[in-house]
């Protein structure tokens, strides 16, 4: 499998095939053994990936460095402030040089919605080498892959008639990307999961991945279906997602973006809400959490939640997407 799809991006889910998202599970589940019994996998020896972060990050930039040590390579961090980027150097120039230097290129730049995927897609034009998107405006692949395998852990491989809740929640604390609600709608589907998004009638997601989520549940025969009722999606769902993300329009305002979501106070993800749930259904959340406006610490730290089984298998679809494309 190592190297099966060399040279291949991965800029969104949608890129690749279903046969090729197996594989990269696949490899996951190889890579997790291996780390966790100690068992060497020096699959990528001598091979440099630069990571390009235009925002924060705790997650990804550490699943993807430690991963591709443990892979016998070595990560660049390249911050976008304090790089040539921030003096407007163009993506040609970056990708055909980067490209040049090493085996890899991987970029978060997810704040600002019609930029992110665009800039990346840029640079995998002129690079050589493979394009990792690390979350951008659209979506946020390594995310969802990483989801995908934790639900399939817990549930097994058939996942058709599971109950997916994807619905916006409460946080103060700024305007997050819609990335991983529109990575969500778009691939839980394609894997047979019936999808629920909800939301408040202001924080729309985007129409072409909201047109990408309404095909791939067709072609699936799965249903989606968008409530503005944060209980109606928890009734009788398997899987609750509940996150923030911010107003599409108002990116550049965040204390517009606020004001608003300061009107939703209650769309928090508490014990009574799980309770409308099913008795054996899990809390997920791609972390960092709002906690105690996204959810109650009674949920997150509770018996349903499986945030931090989510949260390593980061490193481990990291791995894998490495491992396969560079
Ligand atoms: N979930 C996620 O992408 O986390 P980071 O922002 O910490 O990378």
Request: net charge neutral; aromatic share 8%.
């Amino acid at each position: 499998m190592i190297g099966l799809h060399r040279g291949k991006d991965y800029i969104s889910t949608q890129d690749w095939t279903k046969n090729e998202l197996e594989s990269a599970l696949q490899t996951a589940n190889r890579l997790k053994h291996k780390f966790r019994n100690d068992i060497p996998h020096l699959f990528l020896p001598h091979k440099t990936i630069f990571l390009i972060f235009f925002d924060k990050s705790t997650r990804t930039r550490n699943s993807f460095e430690a991963g591709i040590t443990q892979l016998g390579g070595h990560a660049h961090y390249i911050d976008s402030v304090t790089s040539q980027i921030s003096h407007g150097e163009s993506p040609k120039d970056t990708g055909i040089i980067l490209s040049s230097y090493g085996h890899g290129i991987a970029i978060r730049h997810d704040l600002i919605p019609g930029q992110g995927a665009t800039y990346m897609r840029e640079i995998a034009k002129w690079a050589d080498k493979p394009v990792i998107n690390m979350q951008c405006d659209v979506d946020h692949p390594c995310q969802t892959l990483g989801d995908l395998m934790t639900i399939r852990e817990r549930f097994g491989t058939n996942l058709r008639g599971l109950k997916m809740a994807v619905t916006w929640a409460y946080a103060p604390s700024y305007a997050k990307p819609m990335s991983v609600p529109q990575g969500l709608i778009s691939l839980m589907p394609r894997f047979g999961v019936d999808v629920v998004l909800a939301h408040p009638p202001e924080y729309e997601l985007m129409g072409e991945s909201m047109r990408v989520a309404k095909e791939n549940a067709k072609k699936s025969r799965v249903k989606f279906e968008v409530t503005h009722n944060m209980d109606e999606a928890f009734e009788n769902a398997d899987i609750v997602y509940p996150k923030s993300w911010g107003v599409e329009s108002l990116f550049n305002q965040p204390e517009e973006s606020l004001r608003i979501a300061e009107k939703y106070k209650s769309w928090i993800c508490d014990q009574r809400r799980m309770e409308l749930a099913n008795p054996d259904a899990v809390y997920m959340h791609c972390l960092p959490a709002d906690r105690g406006n996204e959810v109650t610490d009674e949920v997150i730290d509770g018996q349903q939640s499986i945030i931090y089984q989510q949260a390593e298998n980061r490193l481990h679809t990291a791995k894998s997407i490495m491992a396969l494309t560079m």
